[in-house]
């Protein structure tokens, strides 16, 4: 299973069979991740840990079991306005866009770590962006 079979897995998407519209939740995600006031995947695991809540961002990228996060904590680490950007894409409230980000972003961040650690220099990240606008955005 490739990197982003994992990272549609993840989101209850298929990377060969994603819903007519895409998935907008992914897409919201890595849009976020693709932010340049986030930085990436480092930008937002310092965001977290800024936020206090470092065990918990250090369990979705370690190996390991990924800690729970609750939507409460999304909108206090990620803004209003960032969940409303998201919610706005989702076609949902900015409560049940948190609720849906503090399901999968755990989910998401584990399947971008694959080996534990962040990535460095957004290789990653511009390799699942890349298959992400060939599957969903064509």
């Known amino acids: 299973m490739g990197l982003l079979d994992q990272v549609m897995g993840a989101v209850g998407g298929s ?13 919201g995600v890595m849009q976020l991740l693709n932010d340049p006031q986030v930085g990436g995947i480092s930008g937002l695991v310092q965001r977290f840990q800024n936020g206090g809540l470092g065990e918990i961002v250090n369990s979705w990228v370690s190996t390991g079991h990924n800690l729970p ?23 949902v409230s900015t409560d ?43």
């Open 15 to 27: 990377a060969d069979q994603p819903n007519d519209a895409g998935n907008p939740l992914l897409a």
């Open 69 to 91: 996060i609750s939507a409460d904590q999304i909108q206090e680490v990620l803004g209003s306005e960032q969940v409303q950007n998201i919610a706005g894409q989702l076609g």
């Open 96 to 138: 049940h866009a948190s609720g849906q980000l503090a399901e999968f972003l755990p989910q998401i961040i584990d399947k971008l770590t694959p080996n534990g650690a962040v990535p460095e220099g957004g290789d990653l990240m511009a390799q699942v962006l890349d298959l992400l606008k060939g599957k969903l955005f064509a």
